[in-house]
């Protein structure tokens, strides 16, 4: 008995023993300050962003990361599409390919399809429903995916859409017209105030947007036939007519008619040749709004810029596109997986993640600081004077939130990536090489209310109709 109880007494003992020094291993599965962990992140910043990131990165392996024995190396990939690129090489195990990294950034589809090879950390191992419930609803519904619905992909900076105006031009059309910015609060009176521009300027375009899909896809959703139905990855077409065919009256006719451009290869650029003085573009890209028009004459002059919300259609609720790529985690061991995670919550506070967000024009992704209180909160208290299209590009998209907006995002799918950029060209391009027919024909003679008759016909419309849909529902099988 006395042997019995002196060997409790001493499992006892080691238990306790093992448990003060081997608590790193058990709540910090395997970490070490004496052997770091080595963890690698492959993203698509550039610029200021990616000096921002790696500022990040180092004050993460300064800190937390010297403590609990993480080292993070971060690397551009340039952009989205060389980024696929390499994890698609890396997945595939190509002949001089690098393995992949711990961490990378991607959208939902590339995610998604990486995850049927069975890539993909379920971080729900290492992020609990509490943890989870501190950010925003839809960028964890977003995150989350599969037949068993798990938490796969981390928000860690996400971004909107807004109306953006070159105010210096704007005000002169207003002197003289009497329009509003009120007047651009929904497609239809953006549409209105496009065509009184096109005879107030002798013909010049007043508006053009980036991400043509986004149009489609938050159009349909606001309008009430959600594009697609997403059940287990498999999706089912709702291609309304009528839904679609306000689409196309406030989009495509405008186009045709001149009201609307599409030249550059950004929005931003055709403001800077004087070709629009309006755009929508994601709170991201605005930083590129140019702070002067340069026409193809030589002549040049400065202007000022106006944010404002997204248009809607009327008599609906305010909708807006959920955008910005999340953080995968390699599925890799335990201790690579959790110190990856480490650094995603790390990134996401309040101090990191506000100040990535501030100097990016993302939306940050908890809810105590996707608020229009914690954000003007954080810019008075900055160290610098904080302003600019940055700023108030955030402070506007998070005033729409506040107010009721709904960010939306369709459900990953097969064939989505492709479905997208069917959404993203094939109204567009049309309209691009219609309306240069239609000024062909004006140049050659023809009265412009004869061409565009049948550009502007229901059969016209049709004809496009059936031919999208079919391609979509080929697409969704």
Request: contains cysteine; proline residues 2%; hydrophobic residues 40%.
């Amino acid at each position: 008995m006395k042997c019995l109880k002196k060997w409790i007494a001493i499992t006892l003992i080691m238990c306790m023993t093992f448990s003060m020094a081997g608590c790193g291993s058990s709540t910090e599965h395997g970490l070490s300050s004496k052997k770091p962990q080595s963890i690698t992140i492959w993203h698509y910043y550039n610029g200021a962003l990616a000096t921002q990131f790696d500022e990040l990165v180092a004050e993460f392996n300064n800190t937390v990361g010297k403590e609990k024995g993480i080292i993070v190396t971060a690397e551009s990939k340039s952009s989205v599409d060389d980024l696929i690129a390499a994890l698609r090489d890396a997945a595939d195990q190509k002949v001089g390919a690098p393995k992949m990294p711990n961490i990378f950034q991607c959208y939902l589809d590339t995610a998604m399809d990486l995850d049927k090879n069975d890539l993909l950390a379920n971080l729900d191992a290492y992020v609990t429903a509490d943890e989870k419930a501190e950010y925003m609803d839809s960028y964890i519904r977003e995150g989350s995916f599969g037949e068993d619905n798990a938490f796969k992909l981390f928000p860690v900076a996400k971004s909107s859409e807004i109306l953006m105006l070159n105010k210096t031009d704007w005000d002169k059309f207003t002197a003289d017209t009497g329009a509003t910015e009120a007047d651009l609060q929904t497609w239809e009176g953006l549409t209105e105030t496009a065509a009184k521009y096109y005879e107030w300027s002798d013909g010049k375009a007043f508006f053009g947007r980036d991400a043509f899909a986004n149009y489609m896809i938050v159009g349909c959703e606001q309008l009430g036939k959600e594009l697609f139905v997403v059940d287990k990855g498999k999706a089912t077409l709702q291609f309304d007519k009528g839904v679609v065919r306000k689409l196309w009256d406030n989009y495509y006719v405008p186009y045709v008619k001149g009201h609307f451009v599409h030249v550059g290869r950004f929005r931003s650029d055709d403001i800077k040749l004087g070709e629009i003085i309006a755009l929508v573009c994601s709170t991201a890209s605005a930083v590129y709004f140019p702070s002067k028009v340069s026409k193809t004459d030589g002549s040049t002059y400065d202007i000022d810029y106006e944010v404002l919300p997204l248009p809607g259609f009327a008599g609906t609720d305010p909708y807006a596109v959920q955008q910005g790529a999340s953080m995968a985690v390699t599925k890799s061991t335990e201790q690579a997986e959790y110190a990856s995670v480490v650094f995603l919550k790390w990134f996401t506070e309040t101090e990191q993640n506000m100040k990535y967000c501030v100097s990016s024009g993302y939306l940050p992704v908890k809810k105590e600081t996707n608020t229009v209180e914690a954000f003007d909160e954080y810019c008075a208290n900055a160290e610098e004077a904080l302003s600019g299209i940055e700023t108030d590009t955030i402070h506007v998209t998070l005033e729409q939130i506040a107010g009721g907006e709904k960010l939306y995002t369709n459900s990953g799918f097969d064939g989505g990536t492709e479905a997208r950029e069917l959404l993203n060209y094939g109204m567009i391009d049309m309209a691009v090489a219609d309306r240069a027919n239609i000024l062909q024909r004006i140049q050659a003679g023809e009265a412009e209310e004869n061409v565009l008759e049948t550009y502007l016909s229901d059969a016209y419309f049709d004809k496009w109709y059936t031919q999208t849909q079919a391609e979509l529902e080929k697409i969704c099988q």
